[in-house]
C-alpha cells in the first residue's frame, strides 16, 4: 500500500533531499530537526512532523540519519529508477531544457526532442530534432515515462491527450495553460510568469 503523504508536504520532499544530499557530501552523518530547520527556512517543529509525515525516523540525541533519509526520500520521489523523457517543442525553453544535463545526473534522461517544424538547426542536424509524426512509432519502441511540454498554449491539451495516447503518464507541463488529464496521469504545470509574479510581490512586501 502506497503510504499517503499530504501535498503540501511531498512539495518539500525535493527541498529535504536537496539539503540531504549537501550535507552527505560533508561527510556529516547524522542531522538534527534544528539543523535542517536553518537550511530549510523552516521551524524544527514542521520538520519534525514533515519527516513523520513520511516515514522518516530519527535516533535519540543523534537526530536523523543523513544517508539513510536520503535513500529514503529518493525511494519515495521515484528517484531510485531511471526514468526516461521526451521534450514537445524545440523553442528556446525546450533546446535550453534538452541541454541541461542535471536531469541525467538524477536519473531523469532525455531521450527525444520533438517539433511540428524542422529547424534549420535541426536539419543540420547540430539538434536531434524529430518530427512530431514520429511520436506514436518512437514511443512504442522506446519506454517514455515523462513528457515534457513547451509548447504554445493553444497546442498544449491536445498534445498531452496524444502522448497520454501513446502510454505516457507523467506530464512536466511549461504551457502557459494547465492541462487535463485522467487521474493515473501525474501532472506539474509550471507558470514561470506566476513565479515572477510571485518574486514582484515579495520585493514589494519585504518580511
Not at 75 to 86: A, R, T, V
Not at 123 to 146: C, G, M, Y
Request: with cysteine; net charge neutral; charged share 25%.
Amino acid at each position: 500500500m502506497a503510504l499517503y503523504i499530504p501535498d503540501p508536504v511531498a512539495k518539500r520532499l525535493p527541498m529535504y533531499y536537496r539539503y540531504l544530499k549537501e550535507t552527505e557530501l560533508k561527510q556529516q552523518v547524522f542531522i538534527s530537526s534544528s539543523e535542517l530547520a536553518q537550511l530549510t527556512g523552516l521551524t524544527a517543529s514542521q520538520v519534525r512532523q514533515d519527516v513523520n509525515a513520511f516515514g522518516g525516523e530519527g535516533r535519540q540525541g543523534c537526530g536523523y540519519p543523513v544517508s539513510e533519509l536520503k535513500q529514503h526520500i529518493e525511494k519515495i520521489l521515484g528517484m531510485s529508477k531511471q526514468q526516461h523523457m521526451i521534450i514537445v517543442g524545440s523553442g528556446n525553453l525546450g533546446r535550453a531544457l534538452f541541454r541541461h544535463k542535471a536531469f541525467a545526473e538524477r536519473g531523469f534522461t532525455t531521450v527525444g526532442l520533438f517539433d511540428s517544424r524542422m529547424s534549420s538547426a535541426a536539419r543540420n542536424k547540430t539538434l536531434p530534432v524529430k518530427h512530431i509524426s514520429e511520436l506514436e512509432r518512437f514511443t512504442a519502441e522506446q519506454k517514455v515515462d515523462i513528457a515534457i511540454l513547451t509548447l504554445p498554449a493553444e497546442h498544449a491539451q491536445a498534445m498531452a491527450e496524444r502522448l497520454y495516447r501513446c502510454g505516457i503518464r507523467g506530464f512536466w507541463n511549461f504551457a502557459p495553460v494547465d492541462v487535463q488529464l485522467p487521474r493515473d496521469a501525474a501532472v506539474v504545470n509550471v507558470h514561470l510568469d506566476e513565479s515572477l509574479e510571485l518574486l514582484s510581490y515579495r520585493m514589494e512586501n519585504p518580511e
